[in-house]
């Protein structure tokens, strides 16, 4: 891959990087694979196959067929990413990204869920789901952008570590209710918030539209919300069908970030939509397919291109229109499968795989948080230890994945960015 040796080119590169740390969990995109324990050993397929009281986050008509349930649940997210810049080819004065490859893969995080639903009737529920998507930060030990400070400004001398820390919590509250034996539909309310702090970035600062709100300036916090809504029908006993839609999630800005973000420190949470099927040739074996897709287009500061020339002097950065990281739509398919061995025993396995979320173009824009991960392989079991308990496991693993691509303002330096994922989720369920 081409790395771009301008200073200008090398600001969308930190600005694309910075976002794409905001989740502790296996990925697609910043979007968490599944929800719940069950829904993630089954790759996230599901949303017309209930699991567990976390189902709001997936469809909200789930709910009223879970019954009275609790979930908790940690899961151990191991994320290893990283890029690798090559010896520049031929001379030149412009500034590099150091040479070498760079790694991230000492980090390990644990990220809570819970989940709670009531049956107010045989026909009608209401719920809660707590989930977060928190922990996992980009720190590397070196100042990534150190040759692209100014010599004649002390203000652009780039820090040590260099990275950012970025968590979300999303609390969203369900209403489900029968409407006839065949369909049921759901609501769910959701809260948002976030949390940022981001590091060495200064040599940017001369291409923001506000210069003292681009790094170093602590963790600052940003609240919002949106809504969901789901559709679950049962037209026979070995089919169903689900779908649901997540609006966007309307944010606060980042005031502290604001010179480094687009419309001025505004982060959104791009709306979604999931739709499948379950089969069930058996009481004891089910299958399901999923098809998600995240509009991450619709978020300037996640859409916008950045795969352009830019003339020394730009202001680009915080502006209403500023540099995105040219993030693609994801569609994700999901394929899960559960089988009931025993009364006491539910296996579960599965897998997932989305288009490229990064064009190869822009795919350096993105060094600090490579989230290049498409195909993930999930194995799960359940074991109920009597009728209100049961334990249940699930285990991520999303296979690696390298990008390299060329950009017209990249000409001396080679270079690309990889990233695999491991994690195991543990949680407990109680029906009462």
């Given at each position: 891959?081409?790395?771009?040796?301008?200073?200008?080119?090398?600001?969308?590169?930190?600005?694309?990087?910075?976002?794409?740390?905001?989740?502790?969990?296996?990925?697609?995109?910043?979007?968490?694979?599944?929800?719940?324990?069950?829904?993630?050993?089954?790759?996230?397929?599901?949303?017309?196959?209930?699991?567990?009281?976390?189902?709001?986050?997936?469809?909200?008509?789930?709910?009223?067929?879970?019954?009275?349930?609790?979930?908790?649940?940690?899961?151990?997210?191991?994320?290893?990413?990283?890029?690798?810049?090559?010896?520049?080819?031929?001379?030149?004065?412009?500034?590099?990204?150091?040479?070498?490859?760079?790694?991230?893969?000492?980090?390990?995080?644990?990220?809570?869920?819970?989940?709670?639903?009531?049956?107010?009737?045989?026909?009608?529920?209401?719920?809660?789901?707590?989930?977060?998507?928190?922990?996992?930060?980009?720190?590397?030990?070196?100042?990534?952008?150190?040759?692209?400070?100014?010599?004649?400004?002390?203000?652009?001398?780039?820090?040590d570590p260099t990275g950012i820390d970025m968590a979300q919590l999303f609390v969203g509250f369900n209403y489900a209710k029968k409407i006839n034996q065949e369909h049921t539909l759901g609501v769910a309310p959701i809260l948002a918030f976030?949390?940022?702090?981001?590091?060495?970035?200064?040599?940017?600062?001369?291409?923001?539209?506000?210069?003292?709100?681009?790094?170093?300036?602590?963790?600052?916090?940003?609240?919002?919300?949106?809504?969901?809504?789901?559709?679950?029908?049962?037209?026979?006993?070995?089919?169903?069908?689900?779908?649901?839609?997540?609006?966007?999630?309307?944010?606060?800005?980042?005031?502290?970030?604001?010179?480094?973000?687009?419309?001025?420190?505004?982060?959104?949470?791009?709306?979604?939509?999931?739709?499948?099927?379950?089969?069930?040739?058996?009481?004891?074996?089910?299958?399901?397919?999923?098809?998600?897709?995240?509009?991450?287009?619709?978020?300037?500061?996640?859409?916008?291109?950045?795969?352009?020339?830019?003339?020394?002097?730009s202001i680009i950065l915080g502006t209403d229109n500023g540099l995105g990281f040219g993030w693609n739509d994801m569609t994700i398919y999901k394929l899960g499968v559960q089988w009931r061995a025993t009364p006491e025993w539910t296996m579960r396995a599965g897998y997932s795989k989305s288009n490229e979320v990064i064009p190869g173009q822009q795919a350096l824009f993105?060094?600090?948080?490579?989230?290049?991960?498409?195909?993930?392989?999930?194995?799960?079991?359940?074991?109920?230890?009597?009728?209100?308990?049961?334990?249940?496991?699930?285990?991520?693993?999303?296979?690696?994945?390298?990008?390299?691509?060329?950009?017209?303002?990249?000409?001396?330096?080679?270079?690309?960015?990889?990233?695999?994922?491991?994690?195991?989720?543990?949680?407990?369920?109680?029906?009462?």
């Amino acid at each position: 891959m081409k790395i771009n040796v301008k200073l200008t080119v090398y600001t969308s590169t930190l600005f694309c990087s910075l976002l794409l740390s905001v989740s502790a969990q296996a990925t697609n995109g910043y979007f968490a694979t599944g929800y719940g324990t069950a829904n993630k050993s089954l790759a996230g397929a599901g949303v017309a196959l209930p699991q567990s009281s976390m189902d709001t986050a997936l469809n909200p008509a789930l709910m009223v067929h879970v019954g009275n349930r609790m979930d908790a649940g940690v899961a151990l997210f191991l994320p290893a990413r990283g890029f690798t810049a090559n010896q520049p080819s031929g001379g030149g004065l412009t500034p590099t990204i150091p040479v070498g490859t760079h790694e991230k893969d000492d980090d390990f995080f644990l990220v809570p869920h819970l989940g709670w639903n009531k049956m107010l009737d045989n026909e009608s529920s209401i719920g809660i789901s707590i989930g977060g998507n928190g922990g996992m930060n980009t720190d590397y030990s070196l100042a990534v952008f150190r040759n692209f400070a100014n010599p004649a400004d002390s203000s652009t001398t780039a820090s040590d570590p260099t990275g950012i820390d970025m968590a979300q919590l999303f609390v969203g509250f369900n209403y489900a209710k029968k409407i006839n034996q065949e369909h049921t539909l759901g609501v769910a309310p959701i809260l948002a918030f976030q949390r940022i702090q981001v590091e060495g970035l200064q040599p940017f600062k001369p291409y923001s539209a506000s210069p003292n709100a681009v790094t170093n300036n602590g963790y600052d916090y940003s609240y919002g919300g949106g809504a969901k809504i789901g559709w679950y029908w049962t037209p026979a006993e070995m089919f169903a069908f689900g779908a649901s839609y997540q609006s966007r999630l309307y944010m606060t800005p980042f005031d502290k970030y604001k010179g480094l973000f687009a419309e001025s420190g505004h982060f959104d949470i791009p709306p979604l939509y999931q739709v499948g099927i379950a089969i069930k040739p058996t009481t004891d074996l089910s299958f399901a397919f999923d098809v998600q897709r995240i509009l991450f287009s619709e978020i300037k500061a996640v859409g916008n291109n950045n795969g352009v020339a830019m003339a020394p002097g730009s202001i680009i950065l915080g502006t209403d229109n500023g540099l995105g990281f040219g993030w693609n739509d994801m569609t994700i398919y999901k394929l899960g499968v559960q089988w009931r061995a025993t009364p006491e025993w539910t296996m579960r396995a599965g897998y997932s795989k989305s288009n490229e979320v990064i064009p190869g173009q822009q795919a350096l824009f993105n060094i600090l948080a490579p989230a290049t991960v498409t195909d993930h392989v999930t194995f799960g079991f359940s074991w109920t230890m009597d009728e209100k308990n049961s334990l249940n496991l699930s285990a991520t693993h999303a296979i690696e994945k390298r990008i390299n691509g060329t950009n017209p303002n990249t000409p001396t330096q080679t270079g690309s960015l990889h990233m695999y994922q491991n994690e195991l989720e543990l949680s407990w369920s109680y029906r009462f």
